[in-house]
C-alpha cells in the first residue's frame, strides 16, 4: 500500500448524528466512544442527538469531533489500515497528536474538553467570528484585510480560499468589500474568531494546561498547522501558538506530497478536508471516513476498487 496520511477533521465539520453508524458497525469505535462517555456522560447523546446549536457551542464542538474522529480512525485500523504520517486542522491536530501517541487516551480528552472550554471563554469577550473567502488570492485577501482593524486572516486552506477571523461587524463591511473584489464572503458554524489574537488567553491558558502534561514520543511524523512539518521536540510551545496562529493547510499537504503522501484519508466528520486537498494537489487521492458506508468505500478504493 503506498504511503498515506490520516488528516482529522476541525471545529465546523460537526452535525447531528455524526459517529452514530461507527458506533452501531464498528466494536473498535464503539470502544472509543464508550470510553469517552464514561469521561463525560451525555457526549454519545450529543454527538448523535445534539442540535445544531449545541454542537456550534465551543465546549460541546471539541470533544465531540474528537471522539467521532478517533473513532473513524480505529475503525480503519480495525480493517488494516494504517497511516504513514498524520496531520489535523486546527482542533484536528490534537486529535492526530493524540492518535500518534503523545499523550494517553484520558488525557487527551482532558485536554481536548479543556481547550473547548477556554477557547468559548476567550470568544464570549469579544464580538468575533469567521469567514471564509472564496475565489481571491490569499494575498488579495491579506489585501483587504489590511483595510480593517480586526480581521486577520488565519487559515489558508487552499488556492482561492482563506479564511478570517475578526469582529462581526467588521466581517461585514469586510464581506462587502470582498464582493467588490470579486470574491465570495461566506460565514462559519464557529462560535469565534479562532486563530487570532481574540483567542490570546485562552493559548497562554491551555499552554499551562500543556505543561503539567505527560508527552509522550511521537509513533507517526505529526504535521503541525504553525510550521507545516512535522513536530520535534516542541508539542507544548508549538500548539500553544497554534491557537493564535495561521493554519498553513496549503504548505502542510504540499510539504506531505512532497515528504511521499500519495493517499490522504480524512478522518472524523463531514469531507471539508477532503475537498481541499484535492484543490491542494494533483498529486495524491484524496478520500474520507466518516461512517459505516464511507469506510467501506475507502477500503474498497485502498484495495483497486472504485470508491462510491
Known amino acids: ?13 460537526q452535525y447531528a448524528g455524526m459517529g452514530k453508524s461507527l458506533y452501531d458497525g464498528s466494536a473498535a469505535a464503539r470502544m472509543v466512544f464508550d470510553g469517552y462517555e464514561a469521561l463525560r ?49 486546527s482542533l484536528g491536530e490534537v486529535t492526530a497528536l493524540a492518535f500518534g501517541g503523545a499523550f494517553s487516551a484520558p488525557d487527551a480528552f482532558t485536554l481536548v474538553t479543556r481547550r473547548g472550554v477556554l477557547m468559548a471563554e476567550a470568544a464570549g469577550q469579544s464580538n468575533s467570528s469567521m469567514a471564509a473567502v472564496m475565489k481571491l488570492s490569499a494575498v488579495e485577501v491579506e489585501r483587504l484585510a489590511a483595510r480593517f482593524s480586526h480581521i486577520y486572516p488565519v487559515n489558508y486552506n487552499s488556492p482561492g480560499q482563506t479564511v478570517v477571523a475578526g ?26 474568531g ?12 491551555f499552554g499551562q494546561e500543556l505543561e503539567k502534561a505527560e508527552i509522550r514520543s511521537l509513533q507517526y511524523p505529526v504535521y503541525a498547522n504553525l510550521t507545516a512539518r512535522p513536530y520535534e521536540d516542541d508539542v507544548v510551545e508549538t500548539l500553544t501558538k497554534q491557537m493564535t496562529s495561521p493554519v498553513r493547510w496549503q504548505e502542510t499537504i504540499e510539504h ?3 515528504d511521499g503522501v500519495t493517499t490522504f484519508i480524512e478522518v472524523g466528520p463531514g469531507k471539508t478536508l477532503k475537498g481541499l486537498i484535492e484543490k491542494c494537489t494533483d498529486q495524491a487521492t484524496a478520500l474520507h471516513v466518516e461512517d459505516m458506508e464511507s469506510l467501506e468505500a ?11
Do not use: W
Open 1 to 13: 500500500m503506498s504511503p498515506l496520511a490520516f488528516v482529522f477533521s476541525g471545529q465546523g465539520a
Open 41 to 89: 456522560p451525555g457526549l454519545l447523546d450529543l454527538c448523535f442527538a445534539g442540535s445544531d446549536e449545541d454542537l456550534k457551542d465551543t465546549r460541546n464542538t471539541q470533544p465531540c469531533i474528537f471522539a467521532v474522529s478517533l473513532a473513524a480512525a480505529v475503525a480503519l485500523g480495525e480493517r488494516g489500515v494504517f497511516p504513514y504520517a498524520l496531520a489535523g486542522f
Open 167 to 192: 469582529d462581526v461587524e467588521e466581517l461585514k463591511a469586510f464581506g462587502a468589500a470582498v464582493k467588490e473584489a470579486g470574491g465570495r464572503a461566506i460565514p462559519l458554524k464557529v462560535g469565534g
Open 194 to 205: 479562532f486563530h487570532s489574537p481574540y483567542m490570546q488567553t485562552a493559548a497562554t491558558a
Open 256 to 258: 506531505m506530497v512532497a
Open 298 to 308: 475507502t477500503i474498497t478504493a485502498l484495495s483497486g476498487g472504485r470508491a462510491r
